[in-house]
Every structure is written in structure tokens, then in C-alpha cells.
């Protein structure tokens, strides 16, 4: 490969992690390992098992380090600023670091019910609903299959007891997109997003309860609308309870790092000899 007038020996091998440490991509000298790949990708939110990942991050490690090589060859001057200039970053992140390992050894991560509530009751208009949320029975199978003769067009109305049972007996065999939990809600759109509703009023078909099912050239869809929320209003606070939870704890941890963060340095420099010379 020739970039930049510069000759790059480039080998990628996309392998999955094992005792040895493996080379996976090479420019001149440089080497990037499985283990330094996993960490970097693993902090960075990829996954170092999904091989378009990996591919795309040894590709980006590449073009990383011939910038870096050329740079360094061609313009000595300019690679001592970006030297510099790393070297003050490495700075920013040893003190993020550093005050993310105290702070979260400190954290709280439980949240009661009744703060649960309270934070509901005092911020519901932060979270007005956008979409309808339902509770809902949800069926698609191949249009080729006699689903009369097994009686889902009728179990799927739930109307009996046993009906339910039949249906997750018949979708376990059958079905090629199956949704029901009648305990918690869901974004209609979240359920519908396989469904071809576009002849549908999708207003009607929530605001009646819609139990109907219909096909297209390839499937049977069922759908049994059991209850839902109307957009524009507050959801139920067992609907928020995760996004809550996740609000409060991280109000907690922004408050443990503005008193922390005076304080750490406080205690660190007296650790370190620091000598200024002006």
C-alpha cells in the first residue's frame, strides 16, 4: 500500500481472542496486539467478536499510524507539537480516571421506591409520551400455514384462559415474530415496526383496542391490543422506573465529583514532590 509517498507494510488478521497474543495489523514497526485491540475497542463500546468491528478498527489503527509515521519521518518539528500536546491529553485522563475510581467507590447505586416516586411526581412533564405505549399480543407467521385448523384466530383474542397457553405452544413452532407481556408496556411503534400498517389508522387501532389480523403476499400478522397510554400524557411510573433510576444516580455521582474534585488534588500533591523553577 502506498500513501503519502510512504511505503506501509500492512498485515490484518481477524482472529478471536486466545491465550497468545497475537499481531493483528502491523505499519513499519508498529504493532497492534489482540489484547491492546480488545481493550481500546472494549472502552470505546465495540466488540471485539463482531468481525465488521474489529475489521473497521484494525482499518482505523492503520490509517492512525501511518498519519503518525509519516508525520514523524517527514516533519520531526510538528511530531514534537503533537508529542506535546499528547502528553498534556494523557494528563486530562489520568485525572478522569482517577476521579471516576473515587467517586463510584462512594456512589450509591440503590434508589427506593419512594424516591422512585418522588422524582415521577415532580418531573412528569419531562416525560410526556411521543408514541402511544400499549400492552399487546403480537403474532407473525408464513402465509402458507392453515392457522384455522389450530384455532389462533381465535386463541389470539385471549378471551379464555387456556387461549394464551395455546398460542405460545403454537408461536414456539410457528412464528416468525412473536411479542406478548401483558405486565409491562412497550412503544406501539417498538411492536409495529414489522407490521405493514400502511393501510391501517394506526390512531383507531389503538384508541379501540384493535383485536384484527390481516396478511400481506408473505405472512399472517395478529395483533390484540390489550390496553395502552395516550401520547401527550405522563407513561406509568413502572414504565420510567429504569430511565429514573439511571437520573437519579447520576445527579449523585455529578454531585460526588463536584465536591471530590478540589479535594483529590489536594491529596495527591501532597503524595508528589512538585518543584516549579521560574
Given at each position: 500500500?502506498?500513501?503519502?509517498?510512504?511505503?506501509?507494510?500492512?498485515?490484518?488478521?481477524?482472529?478471536?481472542?486466545?491465550?497468545?497474543?497475537?499481531?493483528?495489523?502491523?505499519?513499519?514497526?508498529?504493532?497492534?496486539?489482540?489484547?491492546?485491540?480488545?481493550?481500546?475497542?472494549?472502552?470505546?463500546?465495540?466488540d471485539y467478536n463482531n468481525k465488521e468491528e474489529l475489521r473497521s478498527f484494525v482499518n482505523e489503527w492503520c490509517n492512525a499510524e501511518v498519519y503518525k509515521q509519516e508525520l514523524q519521518k517527514k516533519h520531526p518539528k510538528e511530531w514534537k507539537l503533537v508529542q506535546q500536546r499528547a502528553n498534556s491529553f494523557e494528563g486530562d485522563l489520568a485525572q478522569y480516571y482517577l476521579e471516576e475510581i473515587r467517586v463510584r467507590k462512594s456512589l450509591d447505586t440503590v434508589v427506593s421506591d419512594d424516591e422512585l416516586q418522588a422524582y415521577y411526581g415532580a418531573h412528569q412533564?419531562?416525560?410526556?409520551?411521543?408514541?402511544?405505549?400499549?400492552?399487546?399480543?403480537?403474532?407473525?407467521?408464513?402465509?402458507?400455514l392453515d392457522f384455522k385448523e389450530e384455532d389462533v384466530h381465535i386463541n389470539y383474542l385471549l378471551k379464555n384462559d387456556k387461549d394464551l397457553a395455546e398460542i405460545n405452544s403454537y408461536a414456539k413452532l410457528y412464528a416468525?415474530?412473536?411479542?406478548?407481556?401483558?405486565?409491562?408496556?412497550?412503544?406501539?411503534?417498538d411492536l409495529?415496526?414489522?407490521?405493514?400498517?400502511?393501510?391501517?389508522?394506526?390512531?383507531?387501532?389503538?384508541l379501540?383496542?384493535?383485536?384484527?389480523?390481516?396478511?400481506?403476499?408473505?405472512?399472517?400478522?395478529?395483533l390484540n391490543v390489550i390496553d395502552y397510554?395516550?401520547?401527550?400524557?405522563?407513561?406509568?411510573?413502572?414504565?420510567?422506573?429504569?430511565?429514573?433510576?439511571?437520573?437519579?444516580?447520576s445527579q449523585r455521582l455529578n454531585d460526588i465529583r463536584d465536591k471530590n474534585e478540589?479535594?483529590?488534588?489536594?491529596?495527591?500533591?501532597?503524595?508528589?514532590?512538585?518543584n516549579i523553577h521560574l
Open positions: 500500500m502506498k500513501q503519502a509517498g510512504f511505503v506501509v507494510s500492512l498485515f490484518c488478521f481477524l482472529v478471536s481472542c486466545s491465550d497468545s497474543d497475537k499481531v493483528l495489523a502491523t505499519v513499519g514497526e508498529a504493532e497492534l496486539t489482540e489484547s491492546d485491540a480488545y481493550v481500546i475497542m472494549k472502552h470505546r463500546g465495540l412533564d419531562e416525560f410526556l409520551l411521543n408514541d402511544y405505549i400499549v400492552k399487546a399480543l403480537y403474532l407473525k407467521i408464513p402465509k402458507e416468525q415474530d412473536y411479542y406478548f407481556d401483558d405486565s409491562t408496556w412497550i412503544y406501539f411503534d409495529a415496526k414489522d407490521i405493514p400498517l400502511e393501510k391501517h389508522n394506526v390512531d383507531n387501532i389503538v379501540n383496542r384493535t383485536k384484527t389480523y390481516f396478511s400481506d403476499n408473505a405472512h399472517w400478522y395478529f397510554k395516550l401520547k401527550d400524557e405522563a407513561p406509568p411510573l413502572e414504565f420510567l422506573k429504569d430511565r429514573i433510576r439511571s437520573i437519579i444516580v478540589a479535594k483529590l488534588l489536594k491529596e495527591l500533591k501532597k503524595k508528589h514532590e512538585i
